[in-house]
């Protein structure tokens, strides 16, 4: 199976939810809702939507699927389905 990485190509495939908190808000796209619906491409991964809004990845970010905290080690691995709802909170920074 090919998986595209890219929203709303000829190879999207299923449609997901994704919703950002705090600073994060900032790189939807402009005039997009909060949550927002989105195409992607069969197969596609938790970081390939951090990769997509530009959000780098260098930090670690909460990531939830369907309410369910997805561990930092299986971000680039655990396989988004059709109409799952992904959630991303910006990492925790502080002293």
Known sequence: MTRS????????????RVKVTGALEDYLPPGSSNPMELSVGDGAY???VVRRLRLSTNDRYLIAVNGNVVPQSEQASHALAE?????????LKGG
């Open 46 to 48: 938790p970081m390939d």
């Open 5 to 16: 990485t890219g929203w709303g190509s000829p190879d999207a495939a299923m449609k997901i």
């Open 83 to 91: 109409n799952d709802s992904i959630s991303i909170m910006p990492p």
